[in-house]
């Protein structure tokens, strides 16, 4: 048996599964018990504190100052800060543990760096103005219809999510949204809150990625009731970027839902979180928890019916905004149309608001474009109406439209997402409208 160890049989010591400093001495200021944490504030291997005096090590600057003498002098809690060898300053608390007579037979001491105390103090001060924030606008949010904002869902792929927010806003089960940013993910969380029994409650939407792994419990469980948790309840509790938790933040999180809570919560990713856990970047755990009903948000490029509305709908919001009553173009409305939108409704709102405000007249053109999105001389479509018949005029659109969109994209298959019709018909239409081979690019 090994004298050093608290207990004979060392596959009991929960002491061993702890991720902390913590140092165990007799009263005489021997070390018996040590975590695999320990010494690397002090900048040595744990081994090397076993079995040695805290007087001898203080004596040696490794312990500036010694806490067992301090606790054994006053038979209580006692925190006091250290400085290191290597520099570090941390702050160690001792605990005195006593014999049958009253005597403090051992001395459990355990440290923090100071610096991430630091770091834990300064965000639980803005986590307290934030919670303070919530809590001061939770009532006008209960008072609110919350609605599918910012994006339009009335292409064929849009509108089966829709159908299916409006099947689990009725339900109590986790779900998942997925899709790129700006698909509208956040929105149509919204929307589920609003059109189920917890419309009235909260809507507490957290950016998990930005909480520090330190303080990722007690930003949920909060301190006097003030957590993320307990402001939901009743409510609904989205956690946004999702795929972009660290391992521990996961492990906390699924520790966290567990738990007995009154939320109803809706996770947010921008990507497939089925495939993080194939490459082993999610916990199966977490993901079987939280994977009940997922709902998939395809991008604005391949719902060609959206981005058509988009347009229309982000423009009438503008002529509000501004008191204007402006318009666009058709040969901008069409370019619009082919542009690939990876930024989806943000990009295209931004881009839109851009052009509003660069037009010096009530219509908006490819030039009040900004230079990144204005397309080539040779790409433009600039027809004119008068003196032309209709079938002329679509004819001579669909043309350019087809050309243009054959060198953005490398494929017919590409071309017909993103256009909106079936690739048999790109081929068709292709063959058309010119005269030269069609390669192996037009398959």
Same mark, same amino acid.
């Given at each position: 048996?090994?004298?050093?160890?608290?207990?004979?049989?060392?596959?009991?010591?929960?002491? #061993?599964?702890?991720?902390?400093?913590?140092?165990?001495?007799?009263?005489?200021?021997?070390?018996?018990?040590?975590?695999?944490?320990?010494? +690397?504030?002090?900048?040595? !291997?744990?081994?090397?504190?076993?079995? &040695?005096?805290?007087?001898?090590? +203080?004596?040696?600057?490794?312990?500036?100052?010694?806490?067992?003498?301090?606790?054994?002098?006053? /038979?209580k809690k006692v925190v006091l800060?250290?400085?290191?060898?290597?520099?570090?300053?941390?702050?160690?608390?001792?605990?005195?543990?006593?014999?049958?007579?009253? #005597?403090?037979?051992?001395?459990?001491?355990?440290?923090?760096?100071? $610096?991430?105390?630091?770091?834990?103090?300064?965000?639980?001060?803005?986590?307290?103005?934030?919670?303070?924030?919530?809590?001061?606008?939770?009532?006008?949010?209960?008072?609110?219809?919350?609605?599918?904002?910012? *994006?339009?869902?009335?292409?064929?792929?849009?509108?089966?999510?829709?159908?299916?927010?409006?099947?689990?806003?009725?339900?109590?089960?986790?779900?998942?949204?997925?899709?790129?940013?700006?698909?509208?993910?956040?929105?149509?969380? /919204?929307?589920?809150?609003?059109?189920?029994?917890?419309?009235?409650?909260?809507?507490?939407?957290?950016? *998990?990625?930005?909480?520090?792994? $330190?303080?990722?419990?007690? $930003?949920?469980?909060?301190?006097?009731?003030?957590?993320?948790l307990p402001l939901a309840a009743?409510?609904?509790?989205?956690?946004?970027?999702?795929?972009?938790?660290s391992a521990a933040s996961q492990?906390?999180?699924? /520790?966290?839902?567990?738990?007995?809570?009154? !939320?109803?919560?809706?996770?947010?990713?921008?990507?497939?979180?089925?495939? !993080?856990?194939?490459?082993?970047?999610?916990?199966?755990?977490?993901?079987?928890?939280?994977?009940? !009903?997922?709902?998939?948000?395809?991008?604005?490029?391949? &719902?060609? #019916?959206?981005?058509?509305?988009?347009?229309?709908?982000?423009?009438?919001?503008?002529?509000?905004?501004?008191?204007?009553?402006?318009?666009?173009?058709?040969?901008? %409305?069409? %370019?619009?149309?082919?542009?690939?939108?990876?930024?989806?409704?943000? +990009?295209? &709102?931004?881009?839109?608001?851009?052009?509003?405000? +660069?037009?010096?007249?009530?219509?908006?053109?490819?030039?009040?474009?900004?230079?990144?999105?204005?397309?080539? $001389? #040779?790409?433009?479509?600039?027809?004119?109406?008068?003196?032309?018949?209709?079938?002329?005029?679509?004819?001579?659109?669909?043309?350019?439209?087809?050309?243009?969109?054959?060198?953005?994209?490398?494929?017919?298959?590409?071309?017909?997402?993103?256009?909106?019709?079936?690739?048999?018909?790109?081929? &068709?239409?292709?063959?058309?409208?010119?005269?030269?081979?069609?390669?192996?690019?037009?398959?």
């Open positions: 048996m090994n004298s050093l160890f608290l207990l004979p049989n060392t596959h009991e010591e929960i002491i #061993d599964t702890y991720d902390e400093d913590i140092i165990v001495t007799t009263r005489e200021g021997r070390i018996i018990k040590v975590s695999p944490l320990s010494g +690397e504030p002090y900048g040595v !291997a744990p081994e090397e504190l076993l079995g &040695r005096s805290v007087y001898a090590l +203080e004596a040696e600057g490794i312990f500036s100052p010694a806490i067992t003498p301090l606790v054994l002098e006053k /038979k800060r250290q400085d290191t060898p290597s520099g570090r300053k941390v702050l160690i608390t001792g605990i005195p543990l006593f014999n049958d007579e009253g #005597d403090v037979e051992f001395v459990v001491s355990y440290s923090y760096d100071l $610096s991430q105390l630091m770091v834990m103090k300064e965000y639980l001060g803005n986590l307290e103005l934030e919670m303070s924030k919530v809590k001061g606008e939770l009532a006008h949010l209960r008072n609110q219809q919350l609605q599918v904002e910012g *994006c339009v869902m009335e292409s064929p792929s849009s509108s089966r999510a829709l159908q299916t927010a409006i099947k689990m806003a009725q339900l109590e089960v986790p779900v998942v949204i997925q899709g790129e940013p700006g698909t509208g993910k956040t929105a149509l969380a /919204k929307f589920i809150h609003s059109q189920g029994n917890r419309r009235d409650a909260a809507f507490i939407e957290v950016n *998990c990625s930005a909480i520090p792994e $330190s303080v990722f419990d007690i $930003s949920f469980t909060g301190l006097d009731g003030d957590g993320y009743g409510g609904t509790l989205v956690l946004n970027e999702l795929d972009q938790l492990a906390a999180l699924f /520790k966290i839902l567990k738990q007995p809570h009154a !939320a109803r919560v809706i996770a947010i990713s921008s990507a497939l979180i089925e495939e !993080a856990v194939t490459a082993g970047n999610f916990r199966e755990d977490l993901f079987y928890f939280l994977h009940v !009903a997922v709902i998939d948000l395809k991008p604005l490029r391949e &719902r060609p #019916d959206d981005l058509d509305r988009a347009i229309g709908y982000f423009l009438e919001l503008l002529n509000q905004t501004y008191d204007q009553q402006k318009a666009v173009s058709d040969d901008l %409305h069409f %370019h619009l149309l082919q542009l690939p939108w990876k930024g989806n409704f943000r +990009e295209l &709102r931004n881009v839109l608001e851009r052009s509003f405000i +660069e037009s010096e007249s009530a219509l908006i053109t490819l030039d009040d474009l900004p230079l990144a999105y204005q397309p080539d $001389s #040779d790409e433009r479509i600039g027809f004119e109406l008068d003196g032309q018949t209709l079938p002329d005029i679509l004819e001579s659109v669909e043309k350019k439209i087809l050309l243009n969109a054959q060198k953005r994209y490398r494929t017919t298959t590409e071309m017909a997402n993103v256009l909106g019709i079936s690739q048999p018909s790109v081929v &068709r239409k292709l063959k058309k409208y010119t005269s030269t081979s069609l390669g192996g690019e037009i398959t």
